[in-house]
């Protein structure tokens, strides 16, 4: 089983423990994380407000994130823009990812997610009134009409395709210059997951597959997407990009590979998964 971050897995997201010791960190509307030197600064003083004395009158929440029998967390939100004390600085979470613990960077992912929904859904999407959240379930409800808004999960489907020896990567316009992925596309209304990868794949470029089978999957706060991840093979066509969304697709081999996405991420955890077997 491929290891992926952002995954919570060992704490309980709707009832803090009884036992576990408070512990906070501080999101902006934006998403990024109150650092100090470049890590996520950690309080276990409410309301998590070390170190940084003009915030406490900026500050709401707290959010519950998570907790075990050793830490609850929790997330408090900063509006975007506020001003700092000296040697803080917000950062976003794909600038520091790479040098914070896979455990931290689950929480710090689903902190963002919460602080983005409740920003988000501040007022109800069909009267207009200020919504509340609900003590009983990750939701707001609008009290005066009572919609229920749930946060926004997007789902997307990504696909290794592999033809015996070689492997397809393709090149979105916005890539940094020389990298390439695996093919990738949001989930339509009315579409199955499977449905969606064969639909993806042949409108971006061009290829017909066969043998398609569920993987592993990953939340992944950039915005709100759940990367549900496939592996397939070749079954026909020829490469044709689209030239929206792929500006090129090469077949790769083993020993010619181009630079890959970011180590974190599900569709390099695949390439890795293809290349070590």
């Known amino acids: 089983m491929i290891h992926l971050p952002y995954i919570i897995s060992d704490l309980d997201t709707h009832t803090p423990s009884k036992t576990g010791i408070f ?6 509307t934006d998403g990024n994380v109150l650092c100090s030197n470049h890590f996520p600064i950690i309080s276990e003083k409410d309301p998590g407000i070390e170190n940084a004395s003009d915030l406490p009158h900026q500050v709401t929440g707290p959010l ?3 907790g075990n029998s050793e830490k609850n967390w929790w997330v408090y939100q900063i509006e975007n823009g506020s001003s700092l004390s000296p040697g803080l600085d917000l950062i976003s979470l794909r600038t520091i990812e790479g040098s914070i613990p896979f455990d931290l960077l689950a929480i710090l992912g689903r902190a963002v997610q919460l602080v983005r929904f409740n920003k988000t859904t501040a007022f109800c999407g069909r009267c207009g009134e200020r919504n509340a959240m609900k003590e009983d379930e990750l939701a707001k409800q609008c009290p005066a009409c009572g919609l229920l808004t ?4 997007s789902p997307a489907i990504i696909v290794r395709i592999t033809d015996e020896n070689r492997i397809l990567l393709a090149r979105s316009p916005q890539f940094p ?9 949001f989930v339509e209304p009315g579409e199955s997951l499977e449905a969606g990868v064969h639909r993806e794949v042949f409108e971006e470029v061009g290829l017909r597959i066969s043998d398609l089978q569920y993987c592993n999957s990953q939340p992944w706060p950039f915005p709100d997407s759940l990367m549900v991840g496939y592996v397939a093979q070749y079954l026909s066509g020829e490469i044709r990009c ?11 081999s083993r020993d010619s590979m181009p630079e890959l996405p970011g180590k974190l991420s599900i569709a390099r955890a695949l390439i890795e998964d293809y290349l070590s077997s």
Not at 150 to 153: E, N, T, V, Y
């Open 177 to 185: 210059q020389g990298m390439y992925s695996l093919i990738a596309g």
């Open 23 to 28: 512990h906070s960190v501080i999101v902006d």
């Open 150 to 153: 749930f946060p926004r999960l």
């Open 242 to 252: 689209d030239g929206i969304e792929i500006e090129d697709a090469q077949w790769f």
């Open 64 to 66: 519950f994130v998570g």
